[in-house]
């Protein structure tokens, strides 16, 4: 009975830290492992036997040949087909969401909405449609998608791996389809038909070359005088000056040249041109302080900032990238890649404070500018996401995208006819990547997403104890007290429901790893198929669709299509009641009670 107390106050513990979002999700996962290995739940040589789980393991390669599809420009034709289709709101946004979430099927949610967002914002852009419009549809298609197959979502292979332990045999890549599949589909005809016209219309320029920051009133031309302390001073020096002041300097003229970004070596002297960013006050503020003086017009021209040397564009950061939660200052764009940070969005609407001190959070818009190159090193680096479709590709092959989709085709392939397992055939893929080149081997493990690795591989021991101390029991025979005499096809429906419930507020991994074992003893209790409670677990952990902090997707797309919280609803609730009053059924029709 104590190891039940304490495994129970360790999950709602967790599940209040979750809700919290105070602490990243994986940090709260370790927490959790941490803790039942010092209350004696989990055994020291048990602990980390989730990081070599077939369910890790499988989302782990798919990431990598998530990053070798996006590198390698193998969705390119395809994105050309979304163009035609934009002049008409209903036709644009069913081929949005069809191709995303058919996407969805084979891939990582996030990686099917970070392929399809920046043309979905383009195009949209292009017609001058709100871009609320078309985002959150597409968010919504990518969740739906995962649900038809075993690689789909994390929370599919998940429920897959718990079926294997408890009954000796996984669910099949296509086992999910006839349930999911069809979910997705008819929710994907509900969205484009008539769930856009629900969503609340919000007005942003994010996407359109920096708009929405109007870096224009903001920027003026200052010359290096010749007794300016700058005289003498490399870029590196200067920017150390600059950490106390709202001043953001970029593009330089030196000697007549054309504007180029400088160099952190490059040395400043008497005439050179700088381009600083900064309010009125600021400006008059640094060029006192420094010796300088005020040689630009009062706006400067846009053209400036577009030239064929350097050019401005918006990123995006998502989620678990290098830089959220980090301050401006500590990332230090400038000196790591010669690329200045002009400004910042948040929720569509620009920060007009000090940048020096920001922190960074997903969804976070950033308007940087640089030499193209060195900002497409940095988005690689730093695991960003360019909002505007991007022509730059260095180091890209003619074949490599054909080579992806031949490679993972055939991973499909072998693993839906149970050649090979998922994570064999998988592995195959992977190795013909790195073998082609496709993707050079440096850059494998740097693009795999760890902290959804650490989040999976630390709650999976967390579950199991969860299970063997008998807290699963504790729980289940409280449900089925509460609700004495209830129908298998209404037990069945409140377990899809509460699942539904606790994925808009955890993440959707840790809401599979807890509802899993609950779901399969319910079975148990009541003499039912297993199976059938699995299956609508694996669903509901999918629907995160009334809040932005329920799945990755929602965040990131939150500042970018300026939603507030209260905008996820809209949508969201007639989302879960469509899964609800779908999802049921059909799974009682193909795996029978």
Known sequence: MTEQITMLVILITLIGLFIWGKFRHDLVAVFGLIVCVLT?????????????????ITVALVLILVYAIGRSGAMDPVENLIKKTAKNTTLHILTLCLLTGSLS????????????MPVAISTAHRVKRPISQVLMPISFAALLGGMG??????????????????????????????????????????????????????TTKIGQNGDIFDIESYIAEVSVTSGSSFCGKFIEEIEKDLEDL???????VHDS???????NTFMMKDGDIL????????IDKFCSKFGLEIVGPERVDKKILHSQMSDTFEIVVPPYSLIEGRSVKSINLQKRYSVSLLGIGRRGVPYRGRLHSFRIKTGDVLLVH??????????AALSLLPLAERKIAFGRKKHDGTLVLIFFGGAIILSAFNILSVQIALSLAVLGVIVTKVIPLREVYSHIDWPVIVLIGALLPVGDAFESTGATAVITNALLSFAPGISPMMLLALVLLI??????????????????????????????????FLIVIAMGASCAFLTPIGHQNNALIMGVGGYRFGDYWRLGLPMKILVLVLGVPLTMYFWPL
């Open 257 to 263: 040249q054309k504007f180029i970004t400088p160099d």
């Open 105 to 116: 099927l084979f891939i990582n949610d996030i990686a099917a909405l970070a392929i399809f």
């Open 275 to 282: 381009l600083i960013e900064g309010r009125p006050a600021s």
């Open 246 to 252: 709202d001043i953001v300097l970029f593009p330089l």
């Open 499 to 532: 699942t539904m419930m606790l994925t808009d507020v955890l993440h959707n991994s840790a809401t599979a790893i807890i509802m899993a074992p609950i779901g399969a003893l319910i079975a148990r209790q009541m003499n039912l198929n297993p199976d059938a």
């Open 370 to 379: 640089g030499d193209p190159e060195n900002i497409s090193e940095m988005i």
């Open 40 to 56: 004696g739940l989990i055994t020291p040589n048990n602990a980390f036997n989730g990081f070599g789980h077939p369910a890790t």
């Open 149 to 202: 197959t075993l690689i789909g979502t994390p929370p599919n292979i998940i429920i897959s791996g718990y079926r294997a332990k408890e009954f000796g045999e996984n669910f099949l890549l296509f086992d999910y389809m006839p349930v999911g599949g069809i979910i997705a589909l008819v929710g994907i005809l509900f969205i484009s038909v008539i769930g856009w016209r629900l969503i609340k219309v919000r």
